[in-house]
């Protein structure tokens, strides 16, 4: 590996971010191609069901002629299958190219080095391993819904500065600011879905929509396993899709579905999740949803906000074990990153 193939990497890496929202269940990926350490084509995966980042570099490229004696640089395998488009390890061998530079390899099952293999039984060069560890981090939705048959889990909430997620009849609205809030709904519209529980949906009746951002609303998650939310509730209005997961009803409703479940425990969920292929989802609470994830040790990310309001008495916030990441402030609030180290 060579400082340049860092450098081409690293912007294939900046362009595969331009996708986020919009390619799940397809992972991130962007394609930097290079001619005599010159950028020639460049592109990245757009909009799930559209085309692969491979093959918007390849049409960026002007003069086709420079192809065989071009490397290119993607973030995670080529595939080698027919999915919603055909595979990208064929294009890059059809135009010839040189060299192919990869970041992570593909864990899913139909493609899981069958990429690598095809691009080596072509003669071309290739390298796997440039940055891996960066495109990795930016791919980790997509490989622990693979590598662990579940969604990457992010959990979040707000607390007071004395330590409390709610007062004690549950009402928690408003403990962050409002620039905190636009901050929660950005995130929304990164991730596939949101989650909250009965208690939740009864006493502060959330929409989980995506209001102060532009960008796609995630699928409402609803555990009810009594069905006491009723249809004034907004989680069941048509703003956004929700599914609610009890132990009564099958059926689909307008945008609603709901799903019977026997099990309501945590790894029932995420496997009802998983078969929903949901990659990613935020669990927004209250204390006791909250607690159920991390005692169960199932979670990969926790965001908390924690601002200058006390309640003195209350429900209490949820405790983690894990690493600090990075702590912001945003205004008066301020919000902290950890990561679950546990298992990986």
């Given amino acids: 590996m060579n400082?340049?193939?860092?450098?081409?990497?690293?912007?294939a890496i900046e362009l595969a971010a331009l996708g986020k929202g919009s390619v799940s269940p397809n992972p991130l990926v962007g394609c930097v191609i290079a001619h005599e350490n010159k950028i020639i084509g460049e592109g990245y995966h757009q909009k799930y069901g559209e085309a692969h980042a491979e093959v918007n570099a390849v049409k960026s490229v002007s003069n086709k002629d420079l192809l065989p004696r071009s490397t290119?640089?993607?973030?995670?395998?080529?595939c080698a299958h027919h999915g919603k488009t055909p595979p990208c390890a064929d294009l890059l061998i059809d135009v010839g190219i040189k060299k192919v530079v990869i970041g992570s390899k593909d864990p899913f099952d139909r493609v899981d080095g069958k990429g690598i293999q095809k691009l080596k039984e072509a003669?071309?060069?290739?390298?796997?391993?440039?940055?891996?560890?960066?495109?990795?981090?930016?791919?980790?939705?997509?490989?622990t819904f693979h590598k662990q048959n579940r969604p990457y889990v992010i959990l979040k909430w707000a607390q007071t500065a004395d330590g409390f997620i709610a007062r004690e009849n549950f009402d928690s609205k408003w403990i962050s600011n409002e620039k905190s809030r636009q901050l929660v709904h950005k995130w929304r519209a990164e991730e596939d879905a949101i989650l909250v529980g009965k208690n939740t949906a009864l006493y502060d009746n959330p929409s989980l929509t995506v209001r102060d951002w532009e960008g796609r609303n995630p699928t409402r998650i609803l555990?009810?396993?009594?069905?006491?939310?009723?249809d004034s509730c907004n989680l069941l209005n048509e703003e956004a899709k929700t599914i609610i997961f009890n132990g009564d009803k099958e059926g689909e409703e307008r945008s609603n579905k709901w799903i019977k479940m026997k099990d309501f425990s945590v790894e029932s969920i995420l496997n009802q999740l998983f078969?929903?292929?949901?990659?990613s989802i935020i669990i927004e609470g209250g204390a006791k949803t909250l607690n159920s994830f991390i005692e169960n040790d199932c979670w990969d990310e926790a965001r908390v906000f924690t601002a200058t309001s006390q309640f003195e008495k209350g429900i209490e916030a949820p405790q983690i074990d894990?690493?600090?990441?990075?702590?912001?402030?945003?205004i008066d609030d301020i919000v902290e990153f950890y990561r679950n180290e546990h298992g990986r």
């Fill in 322 to 330: 894990g690493r600090l990441l990075k702590k912001e402030s945003i």
């Fill in 3 to 11: 400082h340049s193939d860092e450098t081409f990497m690293s912007r």
């Fill in 123 to 143: 003669g071309i060069e290739t390298v796997v391993g440039v940055l891996e560890n960066k495109t990795n981090e930016q791919n980790r939705r997509f490989l």
């Fill in 275 to 279: 078969q929903l292929k949901i990659q």
């Fill in 72 to 78: 290119a640089f993607v973030t995670l395998e080529p």
């Fill in 223 to 230: 555990i009810d396993p009594n069905l006491e939310i009723d």
